[in-house]
């Protein structure tokens, strides 16, 4: 079977390898469709600081079985299924307490292990997922991304009747804001400086899109929701500017959940956390229930990620991809490749 391999920066390399023979409890699957996120494109420029070159890249996919193990029962094939990429211990601290998305010995498939960017794909049953009728490999190969979104608006407890800004529209920001929609939210406010971003938001059925460019995010949030005020903050951009936009925006006592990545360490203004009682955590990946409900909610229409597909590439074209997002920045969603 042929694999594409990132050996190197901005190089990668197509190869011919036998195609994996399977253990008792796993499953071959032949991939129809991957998915490039923003962690794929930092490994590709050599930037990611817990990626290292060679690595087959590939977590966010989707693919028809071809054949199950002996000890596989539930899953057969001639299904269409996607995979949670969490290889975790099940014997850490997190891990007994359900929270194995921060497994002490984490490895993201396609990130720390080879993933899907290859004609055939074998992986453990337990972490596979069914895709239902109707719902196509392209779609399924964006659930895992979704899933990111499901997980962030759980982080705070409920955001059911409450206002809620989601800063930054690309696609984890669209996600994040599109499950807090689907997760019972009164409101919810988008902000961008890309008016393109913003449009799509809109498509996908948020009810505020705001330009901070345009206007000051205190501004944005008044015009959103008067005189209520915005209840929690989602920060899905990763910079210094936006958390402390969030800081001093949020009413006292909410809470901050930080999905964004950050390139560079942000000063943060602490004594207003202090003062306002306000409470700042974290979001990473995804649990078992985060992602199934993911799966429900798109089959439901709650979440839509089809106005997020920007281009589908083959899998020859693979390198051309990664030019065509640098080349169109602002107007790059989801980029998918087809196997």
Known sequence: MKQAVLTGPET???SEIEKPEIRPNEILMKVKNIGICGSDIHAYYGKHPFMSFPIRLGHEMAGEVVETGSDVKDIKTGELITVMPQEFCHECEPCKAGRYNICNTLN????QTPGAAC???NVDAALAKKIPEGMTAEA???IEPAAVGV????RCG??????????????IGNVTAQAAMAEGAKSVLVTDLSEYRLELAKQCGIPHAVNTGKVSMKEAVSQAFGEEGADIFFECVGIEATVNQAIECSKKGNDIVIVGVFGKNPEVNLSWVQDRELRI??????VEKDFQDTIDYMAEGKIRMKPLISKVFPFCQYAE???YIEQNKDTSMKIIIEI
Do not use: D, P, Q, W
Not at 151 to 154: I, Q, S
Not at 160 to 166: D, F, P, R, T, Y
Not at 281 to 286: A, E, I, K, Q, R
């Open 108 to 111: 993201v498939i396609g990130c």
């Open 140 to 142: 399924a190969a964006t």
């Open 151 to 154: 997980h962030a608006v759980r």
């Open 158 to 171: 409920s955001v059911a009747g409450k206002n809620v800004v989601v800063m930054g529209a690309g696609t």
């Open 321 to 323: 991809a990664y030019k």
């Open 281 to 286: 955590c974290g979001s990473l990946m995804y």
């Open 119 to 121: 004609e055939y794909f």
């Open 12 to 14: 990668i390399e197509y």
